[in-house]
């Protein structure tokens, strides 16, 4: 078992929370292997940022794998995102490399590997560029992360409105936005009105039922 601070998150994480845009997705390069950072947090009924356990999520893209850790610390102040990583985190990671266990290989030392991981963490992330990320890995955020989206069944877009409760748009229902095959711009620019003006999206889990995006989103610009 080996623990890592992954400190390289604090300012993405502090900039998620200043935007209140509560997600977090980077995808980083190392050799062959591709590791995509995924970091949701979720808020309660009125939209506001649940504070608690949070975990991370590594998708390994190449060998089509999650790691799954929680993450221990104090993240808002003290910089501390620690997870534990036990050997069958390290030979899934080794596969992803391609490096293998081998007796007369290099040596492969993985608090150096995690270190390169957390120096290359960009320090702000846009919204359009966590889309794209979310959109081109949305079947392993489906089957992994299905607890920061909600009622993760009702997939098919019905229409905008006014947020019942009067308070922010729920982040695990705008998520759902973030899979919607229309442009990435497009998404980005849609979310970011819902929450200026306090709308979200409602959802279906029929198919019959749910409508376009570009026909909704038309709609929305041209009332706005």
């Not at 995808?27 to 991370?56: H, M, N, P, Q, Y």
């Not at 990320?133 to 009622?151: T, W």
């Not at 009067?166 to 705008?174: A, H, I, S």
Request: proline letters at 4%; one cysteine or more.
């Amino acid at each position: 078992m080996i623990e890592f601070n992954f400190t390289g998150l604090h300012p993405a994480f502090l900039e998620a929370i200043r935007r209140h845009e509560p997600s977090i997705a980077f995808a980083l390069r190392e050799g062959v292997g591709r590791f995509v950072f995924f970091f949701f947090l979720k808020t309660d009924s009125k939209g506001k940022i649940k504070w608690g356990d949070f975990e991370l999520f590594i998708f390994l893209a190449r060998t089509q794998r999650m790691l799954r850790f929680k993450l221990l610390g104090n993240h808002k102040n003290a910089g501390d995102f620690k997870v534990q990583l036990d050997n069958n985190d390290e030979l899934k990671i080794r596969d992803e490399l391609g490096i293998q266990k081998n007796p007369n290989g290099p040596a492969f030392d993985l608090g150096r590997f995690l270190s390169r991981l957390n120096d290359s963490i960009p320090t702000t992330i846009p919204l359009k560029n966590k889309i794209k990320e979310i959109k081109h890995h949305e079947n392993a955020v489906k089957n992994h992360c299905r607890d920061y989206i909600e009622e993760a069944s009702k997939i098919y877009l019905i229409r905008l409105g006014p947020v019942t409760n009067g308070g922010k748009p729920r982040e695990e229902t705008l998520r759902k936005l973030y899979m919607i095959d229309a442009p990435t711009d497009d998404i980005a620019s849609l979310i970011g009105e819902l929450k200026r003006i306090e709308w979200t999206a409602y959802w279906t889990a029929n198919e019959s039922k749910g409508k376009s995006f570009s026909t909704i989103f038309d709609n929305f610009a041209q009332n706005q």
